[in-house]
């Protein structure tokens, strides 16, 4: 990152800098937020298979047991792969409390997925 130091003997030009600079970083800020969406999206739509994916596998037919196991840890990579996007992208926003709660809700996401597939996978093995 290139850091730019303006130095002004103006006071309104330097007031007018200062402006600027907090205009971008809330821009910035909004942007890494709307970047954050969508891969929390994902986390959320990659958990909401999981009810689907239980109820297949109390009722399938044998033949297809891979094919549910494969699902399953398909669903479980994609949530995986989108809440290490998250936390990437998290560590670049300012606003703690926001941070704090997004942070809180993927690690949410993820563990309700690892348990999901941790049990599935062992039903489907009995």
Do not use: F
């Amino acid at each position: 990152r290139i850091i730019s130091l303006r130095v002004s003997t103006h006071p309104t030009k330097l007031q007018t800098d200062e402006e600027e600079s907090a205009r971008k970083q809330e821009a910035l800020e909004e942007a890494l937020l709307t970047i954050i969406h969508v891969p929390m999206k994902i986390m959320e739509l990659g958990c909401s298979c999981w009810a689907p994916i239980e109820d297949l596998s109390g009722n399938y037919n044998t033949s297809l047991k891979s094919d549910l196991q494969v699902a399953i840890k398909c669903v479980e990579s994609g949530i995986w792969g989108a809440y290490k996007n998250v936390m990437i992208n998290l560590d670049d926003v300012k606003n703690d409390q926001t941070k704090q709660e997004i942070a809180a809700k993927a690690r949410k996401l993820l563990e309700t997925s690892e348990t999901m597939s941790s049990r599935l996978l062992a039903a489907l093995e009995k």
